[in-house]
């Protein structure tokens, strides 16, 4: 029996349903263990591909200090323990962890219990608590790092179908991650009324806190858009689009890649280490990608003539090539070979 581990945010959870969906195929059901803060319960809660779901109590700690810092640890310990009981129930082989706070517990615990853990790193930059578990794994697995088990970002295969070459720009999509990004929703106001004068379609990701206040600019500008919080559609509104003007988050770049979509990322800026800018500075590195600092001012007339000045077929031709389909598969063969029965839990 395997467990899936980690989460927080739609780009750790979206890795953590494609290994799942790849078990499902192979008729594994695996048991899923996250955390009770951050977007776990609403991906997974009633998700039947699970054989069950737990959630339980676990923060990040890298931003915390002192008797904070203490509290968390204990908690993230006490989890452990948790956990222990956990894999002994569901006799648990392998422990598959996408990192994020969410991973700590069930991670530390299949240490307690000498069960192989399997990491994958989503991004350029690896995060705190991948480094910690890196030297303990049984693999680590990443697009970006040479040293790693290198394989094809587990993108879902809807983004390869969609899959086009662009040429012309009619369509173009603003994303600001599982969250939305308030940078990108200010930068859309300024954009929008460009677009629309060049007769360039809108469509625009908001994130949950601030869709009321863009719906509202969209309609009293008089500039019809498709403006959504959030949708479990995200392929299908890539399959209209262009071009995308999006933060960097490794999965939505890896989709777009895959779906062929040009992009101008803006990076987060507060990522830690900075992984947005490393994730889009590897597409940038081979020009087929733009990248924009927040921190940097922009014209918005001179930012459209960056756009419109692109080369969209050999850009979305070059996007495709970067990435092949079957990450997840590559991933499962993996874990399935070098899994160990024997387990002293
Ligand atoms: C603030 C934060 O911590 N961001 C991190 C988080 O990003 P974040 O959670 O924003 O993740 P990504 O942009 O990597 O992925 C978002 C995922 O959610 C999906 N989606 C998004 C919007 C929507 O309406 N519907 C939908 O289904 C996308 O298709 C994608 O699969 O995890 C990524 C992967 O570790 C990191 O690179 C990011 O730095």
């Known amino acids: 029996m395997i467990a899936i581990t980690g989460g927080g945010t739609g780009g750790h959870l979206v890795i953590a349903r494609a290994i799942k969906e790849e078990l499902n195929?192979?008729?594994?059901?695996?048991?899923?263990?996250g955390s009770t803060a951050g977007q776990d319960k609403a991906w997974f809660e009633h998700d039947a591909g699970f054989e069950k779901t737990y959630f339980l109590e676990s923060q990040g700690v890298v931003n915390k200090k002192g008797v904070r810092k203490l509290l968390v640890l204990f908690c993230i310990l006490r989890s452990a323990f948790t956990c222990k009981t956990l894999f002994k129930k569901h006799q648990i082989d392998a422990l598959f962890s996408v990192g994020g706070y969410s991973a700590a517990p069930a991670s530390f615990g299949a240490l307690l219990c000498g069960?192989?853990?399997?990491?994958?790193?989503?991004?350029?930059?690896?995060?705190?608590?991948?480094?910690?578990?890196?030297?303990?794994?049984?693999?680590?697995?990443?697009s970006y790092d040479p040293k790693a088990i290198h394989t094809s970002y587990p993108v879902s295969e809807a983004f390869f179908t969609i899959q086009r070459e662009r040429t012309t720009l009619k369509t173009i999509?603003?994303?600001?991650?599982?969250?939305?990004?308030?940078?990108?929703?200010?930068?859309?106001?300024?954009?929008?009324?460009?677009?629309?004068?060049?007769?360039?379609?809108?469509i625009h990701q908001t994130g949950q806190k601030e869709f009321e206040a863009m719906k509202a600019f969209y309609v009293h500008a008089g500039i019809p858009a498709d403006v959504f919080d959030f949708s479990k559609e995200i392929p299908a509104k890539l399959a209209l689009a262009d071009f995308a003007i999006s933060r960097s988050g490794a999965s939505t770049?890896?989709?777009?890649?895959?779906?062929?979509?040009?992009?101008?990322?803006?990076?987060?800026?507060?990522?830690?280490?900075?992984?947005?800018?490393?994730?889009?500075?590897?597409?940038?590195?081979?020009?087929?990608?733009?990248?924009?600092?927040?921190?940097?001012?922009?014209?918005?007339?001179?930012?459209l003539e960056q756009i419109q000045q692109l080369d969209l077929l050999s850009t979305s031709q070059r996007l495709m090539q970067m990435i092949q389909k079957g990450g997840a598969k590559e991933i499962v063969d993996v874990m399935l070979q070098t899994q160990k029965k024997e387990k002293p839990c």
Not at 26 to 32: D, N, Q
Not at 115 to 135: D, F
Request: overall charge positive.
């Open 25 to 33: 195929r192979r008729g594994i059901k695996p048991i899923y263990i």
């Open 115 to 142: 069960i192989p853990l399997y990491i994958h790193e989503q991004n350029a930059i690896q995060g705190k608590l991948n480094s910690l578990l890196r030297p303990f794994c049984k693999a680590f697995f990443s």
């Open 173 to 202: 999509i603003f994303l600001g991650g599982s969250q939305g990004a308030s940078f990108i929703n200010a930068l859309a106001q300024k954009m929008a009324p460009l677009f629309h004068q060049e007769g360039i379609a809108i």
């Open 253 to 303: 770049l890896w989709e777009l890649c895959a779906a062929g979509v040009p992009a101008l990322f803006i990076p987060l800026p507060h990522a830690a280490a900075n992984h947005q800018y490393f994730n889009a500075k590897a597409l940038a590195d081979q020009n087929v990608a733009l990248i924009l600092s927040q921190s940097s001012a922009f014209e918005p007339k001179a930012l």
